[in-house]
């Protein structure tokens, strides 16, 4: 009798042992809507880093469209995840993102891209961590100006491509900060013209950039803005289908990490450069902040903005990414 009632102890410490070792390494997931891009998979590098540092275990999922997402939330439920970072493939689904998450009593913390309600209002109150857009996208248009004006370059015989995704907020705003800088140096504002892109990516990018530039065939030089490093890089593709030499463009992009094998190309192109923010610190911080909500109900701030920014081009690039770990 003593001997069952000591090993029925036994069996119960054996289970209380196998749920507090549960209960130690909690789940959170990270999804992000283009996994393509070495952008998120550098925030997911580091969101797993922070899961190191402060043991859970982060489950990445890749959400391209509204179905895939809300069934990676399901996924994450079954798996015991108690919350998750998301940069959501279309802001539009925020409201059904919610909903569910909150279905399953998981904490949401946004990326990136900003959700917007039915209305087409920003969800502030759900928390955000994202790029100071404007300011990025005016130190975009100042970088173009400056490397133009290096280059001695006539302003007559110089337009702007401007490919824009409006619907994006934090796009719109970096392609407005960047427009707008470029009219305060005194460019033009009759010789810059907008395009919108189908898509957010090279070939989309680079569709939108051809039939620019056959609306626009006596412009010599092209200064080449866009939300993102690809969204530039299709512009750039788009100049040298149509004969334009590398000398006579100057293409910025936003994002760094993406424009690696560009920048490493043996014969410099006209994608010229790329303003580097901080990846590194959007993985690791937003799923930080999710593990101290989940774990010791610390609220996150609802909107954190990261600032720090910096020019890379084939000079500098390798000297700036190994700085921030990145290369
Ligand atoms: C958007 C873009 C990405 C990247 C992030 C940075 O999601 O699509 O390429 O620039 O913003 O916040």
């Avoid at 209960?23 to 590098?45: D, I, N, R, S």
């Avoid at 705003?173 to 009759?190: H, V, Y």
């Avoid at 424009?259 to 010229?272: I, P, R, W």
Wanted: a neutral charge.
């Amino acid at each position: 009798m003593h001997k069952f009632t000591k090993t029925l102890a036994m069996a119960g410490f054996a289970v209380l042992m196998s749920h507090s070792a549960m209960a130690e390494t909690m789940k959170l997931g990270f999804l992000v809507k283009q996994p393509e891009e070495p952008w998120f998979q550098t925030e997911w590098k580091f969101a797993d880093k922070a899961g190191k540092d402060l043991n859970f275990q982060v489950i990445k999922i890749a959400v391209p469209d509204g179905e895939k997402t809300l069934n990676a939330i399901d996924s994450l439920a079954a798996n015991g995840a108690k919350g998750f970072v998301i940069c959501t493939p279309d802001p539009r689904l925020g409201p059904a993102i919610m909903a569910k998450a909150r279905s399953y009593d998981m904490k949401v913390i946004q990326v990136d891209d900003q959700f917007v309600n039915s209305k087409g209002k920003p969800m502030e109150e759900v928390p955000l961590v994202m790029m100071a857009a404007t300011k990025i996208g005016e130190r975009q248009g100042q970088e173009l100006y400056k490397e133009m004006q290096k280059r001695g370059w006539n302003v007559a015989d110089t337009g702007v491509m401007a490919i824009t995704a409006d619907e994006l907020d934090t796009a719109r705003r970096r392609t407005s900060g960047a427009m707008d800088a470029l009219k305060a140096a005194g460019f033009p504002e009759k010789q810059i013209y907008k395009i919108p892109t189908k898509s957010n990516d090279i070939p989309g990018a680079l569709d939108a950039g051809n039939s620019l530039l056959v609306q626009h065939p006596k412009v010599k030089n092209w200064l080449i803005l866009g939300m993102n490093d690809n969204t530039v890089l299709g512009g750039v593709r788009a100049t040298e289908g149509q004969g334009f030499k590398a000398a006579n463009v100057i293409g910025i992009g936003i994002n760094g990490v993406d424009a690696v094998n560009e920048l490493s190309k043996d014969e410099q192109t006209g994608f010229y450069g790329s303003l580097l923010p901080s990846p590194d610190i959007h993985g690791y911080k937003s799923i930080q902040m999710l593990y101290e909500w989940v774990s010791k109900d610390v609220k996150p701030p609802k909107f954190t903005e990261v600032t720090d920014v910096v020019l890379i081009t084939r000079d500098n690039f390798k000297v700036e990414l190994k700085k921030k770990g990145l290369m």
